[in-house]
């Protein structure tokens, strides 16, 4: 029996493109990864991946604002492999985003269809948020592959409830709630699925496997919980409410991260909303039973973080769904899937038209996702320019020109951390390092003598110093960064 060369075709075009994919995703992820400073939050991690013992890293680990330990433990192996330059400490978050696409493809293909996994796959990996925390060394990148590992495995284990499959999605569910808490809420996605399929007639058999393994789950991830977690509820932010809206829709990458000075860059949000819109549309208009419950599941995860915020008096802030992004990236693919194929049923019927009405879907497709591709570069350059901080500049310009008897002023306190890891561990000056004075506008403002010769460096969002009292003191802005975002650190100097 001959293999039909269609077939054959088909079979092998899906991997090539995934493969293709895959690998845009990795140059994205790799290029111009060492190029700018760690900042404050990354900091927290060098400095447990600085620690002389493992237990050293995880004991700062637990001092991270709800931080589960691996990230860290990761982190800490990268520095004796490779060493603490920025690139080799933000690998690991790059290969975890690259990566994430596995599983994202083959739950997607679960879901709905090979086409639209792969353009779902295409849309997160050029995806600027996506990018911007790939490269960033945090835990989002490893909860992006984590989260979507264990979805993957749990639908798999409702199709086949064999014991192997309900073992393997509990133990790297249990695996990455060590790197982030919130992989547990894919358990929410899971129940939505398992949910369309009610009526499975192992739908008893499948529900109770599922309850012990989250009695499993639950027995091996609550105490690491318990412990790392324990500090939660000392902060005291507040939740701005107004600003959920616009932060959610950063979150699943529909607004730009930074603000934008081209057109193009504005152009890609307009068309991924304009698709989003339409595949929304398109699931409740369809009654795509599956992929509704995982619109309803998206939205209760979303309302669950923000009570957790509102609960432990944390921010709200975008990064916080920022696993949800390719769910939008779904929901996009499957309008231009859509499209692609509107009224091709129609031109069946008719044999004069059937090429040239099908064709034409099909070629709107593909300009919609040629400009998807195209209208992110500009929003992607414009990333890899911005710089959130600029600790390592600073701490370099501070090694070759700081004399003793000087002072060295850094608003907010805590921002001092960045500089004593640049000055201590890359720039071999624990001297400098000891001499950073954390403070804070109206303390600085109240001192009644500066020292003629004083370095203040100064966190951009905390900038509320007047200009006329600089002015009086003598301080003068130095430049040290070409496109600071709207974190990173002001340099001003009194001499």
């Given at each position: 029996m001959k293999l039909n060369l269609k077939t054959r075709f088909s079979g092998a075009l899906y991997p090539a493109l995934f493969l293709l994919?895959?690998?845009?995703?990795?140059?994205?992820?790799?290029?111009?990864?060492?190029?700018?400073?760690?900042?404050?939050?990354?900091?927290?991690?060098?400095?447990a991946a600085m620690e002389a013992t493992l237990a050293g890293a995880i004991r700062i680990a637990r001092e991270h604002a709800a931080a589960m330990p691996l990230d860290d433990v990761v982190a800490w192996v990268v520095v004796r492999l490779l060493?603490?330059?920025?690139?080799?400490?933000?690998?690991?978050?790059?290969?975890?985003?690259?990566?994430?696409?596995v599983p994202i493809y083959f739950l997607f293909k679960k879901l709905t269809n090979r086409p639209v996994a792969l353009l779902a796959c295409l849309f997160t990996a050029i995806s600027p948020f996506a990018i911007l925390f790939a490269q960033e060394l945090r835990f989002y990148s490893a909860l992006l592959f984590f989260y979507y590992l264990t979805a993957w495995?749990?639908?798999?284990?409702?199709?086949?409830?064999?014991?192997?499959?309900?073992?393997?999605?509990?133990?790297?569910?249990?695996?990455?709630?060590?790197?982030?808490?919130?992989?547990?809420?894919?358990?929410?996605?899971g129940a939505g699925y398992l949910y369309v399929r009610r009526k499975d007639k192992k739908i008893g058999i499948i529900i109770k496997r599922m309850l012990l393994t989250l009695i499993s789950i639950s027995f091996l991830a609550l105490p690491g919980y318990l412990y790392f977690c324990h500090g939660e509820a000392a902060y005291q932010f507040r939740l701005e409410l107004t600003l959920i809206p616009f932060l959610v829709m950063q979150g699943i990458g529909l607004l730009p991260y930074y603000s934008l000075s081209s057109l193009s860059g504005w152009l890609y949000y307009a068309l991924l909303g304009l698709l989003v819109i339409t595949g929304i549309y398109i699931i409740f208009k369809k009654k795509d039973s599956i992929l509704k419950w995982i619109l309803i599941s998206s939205f209760i995860q979303i309302l669950v973080t923000i009570a957790a915020d509102a609960v432990t008096g944390y921010f709200f802030a975008a990064r916080q769904i920022f696993f949800l992004l390719p769910i939008a990236s779904l929901i996009a693919a499957l309008a231009v899937y859509e499209i692609a194929i509107l009224n091709q049923e129609d031109a069946m019927l008719m044999k004069e038209n059937k090429i040239a009405l099908s064709n034409i879907h099909k070629i709107i497709s593909l300009f919609i996702v040629a400009g998807i591709v195209i209208f992110s570069m500009p929003v992607n350059i414009e990333n890899y320019r911005m710089e959130k901080s600029e600790s390592r500049e600073i701490s370099e310009l501070l090694s070759q020109q700081y004399q003793p008897g000087e002072a060295i002023f850094v608003i907010p306190a805590w921002n001092a951390l960045s500089l004593e890891y640049y000055l201590t561990y890359q720039f071999d000056r624990p001297d400098i390092a000891n001499q950073l004075t954390g403070t804070s506008s109206l303390d600085l403002t109240k001192i009644d003598?500066?020292?003629?010769?004083?370095?203040?460096?100064?966190?951009?969002?905390?900038?509320?110093?007047?200009?006329?009292?600089?002015?009086?003191?003598?301080?003068?802005?130095?430049?040290?960064?070409?496109?600071?975002?709207?974190?990173a650190e002001l340099l001003f100097t009194r001499k």
């Open positions: 994919i895959l690998l845009l995703s990795l140059g994205l992820r790799l290029y111009h990864l060492g190029a700018i400073s760690l900042w404050y939050d990354e900091v927290g991690v060098a400095m060493g603490n330059a920025e690139w080799a400490l933000r690998l690991a978050p790059a290969l975890w985003g690259t990566f994430s696409l495995l749990m639908v798999h284990a409702i199709q086949k409830p064999i014991w192997k499959n309900f073992f393997l999605w509990g133990v790297f569910t249990v695996i990455g709630i060590y790197f982030h808490i919130y992989v547990s809420l894919a358990i929410c996605s003598h500066l020292p003629d010769q004083s370095y203040l460096i100064i966190n951009a969002n905390y900038m509320d110093l007047p200009a006329s009292w600089l002015e009086e003191m003598r301080f003068e802005n130095i430049p040290v960064g070409k496109n600071l975002a709207y974190s």
